[in-house]
Each structure stands twice: as structure tokens, then as C-alpha cells.
């Protein structure tokens, strides 16, 4: 087996196809077919169903694709470090963020890190639940996550500051009249929420209950700009954290008393290398102070 072949099996199953994969590769098509083939021959198994809509993964191909990936992107980790010996960084860092967090201070980050290292490219997907960046932390497809703090945090986390919390009311809210809000005068109000697993529910969820409010939940949504939205529209009020209200709904939002903030941390891939310890250098460079005055994201 070949990485070679672990790659061109990865373009398979993201395409849904040979001819397509083989574009996406830039390679002949008869190439990627007969890479596959030899691949399923030394493995002994069958690793994509043919499909109305195309290959699909076997159960037996999934699991071999997750270790493929695991295998590809820590060669390309390897090529990266051997030529940021020689003032050079390369290839891939694949970077998550737990839903709400980090939102204004990771962009400015990467942007410096791109401008550092102008070949370095950088892959960012949001991720609402704790558990599921912890999974993929621990198999390695991560190099980086930003994250909320929890009791099982890792040892080895990199604390960053904190996330001040505020309330968006809908236009027109008699509480819009206020500088900032308690909580406790929210009783009654329904509420937009976040996904049952998310950190942000998680969050939302006990500032309710400490307040002594009840959780009425007028819908769940899974990104933070959506819950801004439907709040500003009047479905019910919901808690995001400040660098995330996107621009245009500064009016809407108001500081909560008391104060709720969130510890974030970063957690890097063990065995990091300079691409992952340059953007956490950088991270820290970022404003993160939870009691900074609210600056909504642009």
C-alpha cells in the first residue's frame, strides 16, 4: 500500500466517483481505477458500493478511510516540518472551533499566519459539541481546537482568555430601553437555544438555572448567527457570546447581569508542530479579555 493510494481512495469517497476524484487529483481517470482495485486486492476487501448516486464507502471502507486520513495528513505534516527547517511552511492545518468561540479572534489570526507563511493553507470548520473535537483531537485529524473550558479539559490545554456573553432581544424588546439586563427580568421570555450537545447550550443552560428561569424554548438552531437572526425577529431572546453578533445587530444586544463569561482554551495535536505552536502564538496575541467591551464581529 502507498499513501498514493490512501490519497486517491480519500478523493473517491469525498467525489462520490472515479471521474470526478480523478479531476479533483488532476490525474487520468484509468489511473485513480486501477489504484483502487489494487488497493481492494492487498486489503482483501471491498471498500466503496456501487450506488444509483454513486460509490459509496463500505462499512469495512469507512473504517479503513479513517485511518487513510489519519495517515495522509500526518505525511503532509511531516513534509511540512522537514521544509520549516529550511524558513519554509507548507501544506495543510486543519483547524476546529467550538460553535461561538474565537469568533473574531481566530480570523485575524490565521490572516497573520497567512501572511507569515504565505503556502501554508488552512482548513476551519466549526464544531458544536465538546465530545466530538475531543474524538477527533484524540485521532489526530486535528492540529488545533479552539474550545470552551469544561471540568474535563485536557492538562496539556492552552488557556486564551474568555468570551463575555450578551443577550439579543428582538427590535422593539422593552428591555432595549436598558443598558444592560438581568437575567432575572428575562422570566417568561422563550428562548432561542443550541443544539442539546453544544457547549453554547450547555452554557445557556445553566445561567438559566442559576438565575432561577426556566428553560422555555421557543426553537434550537446550530449556528450562533441563525439565533441572532430569529432572536432580532421576535421568536425569543438568546445568549451568544459578544464576538459573535454579526454586523448589523449591534442595536439588538445588551450586556447580562451578572456577568457571563466563558474560559477558552486551545488544544494542540500531540507532537505539534511550528505551523500549530506560530497560530497559537498568535491566538494569544488576540484580544481575549472576557470583560472587554462588546465589539460585534464585522
Known amino acids: 500500500m502507498s499513501l498514493r493510494q490512501y490519497e486517491y481512495a480519500l478523493a473517491v469517497a469525498e467525489e462520490g466517483s472515479v471521474t470526478a476524484a480523478a479531476e479533483v487529483l488532476h490525474v487520468a481517470q484509468p489511473s485513480v481505477s486501477q489504484q483502487i482495485r489494487g488497493l481492494e486486492r492487498e486489503l482483501g476487501v ?59 479572534q481566530l480570523p485575524g489570526a490565521l490572516g497573520a499566519l497567512r501572511r507569515r507563511f504565505p503556502r501554508l493553507e488552512a482548513t476551519v470548520f466549526e464544531e458544536p459539541s465538546s465530545a466530538e473535537l475531543d474524538r477527533l483531537c484524540r485521532r489526530g485529524v486535528l492540529d488545533l481546537a479552539l474550545m470552551a473550558a469544561c471540568d474535563q479539559s485536557p492538562d496539556h490545554a492552552h488557556r486564551l482568555g474568555g468570551e463575555e456573553f450578551v443577550v439579543v432581544l428582538g427590535a422593539g424588546h422593552r428591555r432595549l430601553a436598558a443598558d444592560r439586563v438581568e437575567l432575572r427580568d428575562l422570566e417568561g421570555e422563550p428562548w432561542v437555544r443550541f443544539d442539546r450537545d453544544s457547549a453554547l447550550d450547555g452554557v445557556l443552560l445553566n445561567v438559566l438555572r442559576d438565575n432561577g428561569l426556566a428553560p422555555s424554548t421557543a426553537a434550537r438552531v446550530s449556528q450562533t448567527a441563525t439565533a441572532v437572526r ?35 482554551i486551545a488544544v494542540l495535536r500531540e507532537g505539534a508542530g511550528p505551523a500549530e505552536t506560530a497560530l497559537l502564538d498568535l491566538l494569544r496575541e488576540e484580544s481575549w479579555s472576557a470583560s472587554a467591551p462588546f465589539s460585534p464581529v464585522s
Do not use: D
Not at 519554509?88 to 468561540?101: I, N, S
Open 230 to 264: 430569529w432572536a432580532a425577529h421576535g421568536l425569543g431572546v438568546t445568549l451568544v457570546p459578544a464576538s459573535a453578533v454579526p454586523h448589523g445587530y449591534e442595536h439588538l444586544v445588551r450586556p447580562v447581569f451578572p456577568v457571563v463569561s466563558q474560559p477558552v
Open 46 to 104: 471491498e471498500l466503496f458500493a456501487r450506488t444509483p448516486t454513486g460509490l459509496v464507502p463500505t462499512v469495512v471502507g469507512r473504517a479503513f478511510l479513517r485511518e487513510a486520513e489519519i495517515a495522509v495528513r500526518a505525511s503532509r505534516r511531516a513534509k511540512a516540518t522537514a521544509r520549516a527547517g529550511a524558513g519554509e511552511l507548507t501544506g495543510e492545518l486543519v483547524v476546529a472551533a467550538q460553535m461561538g468561540f474565537g469568533t473574531r
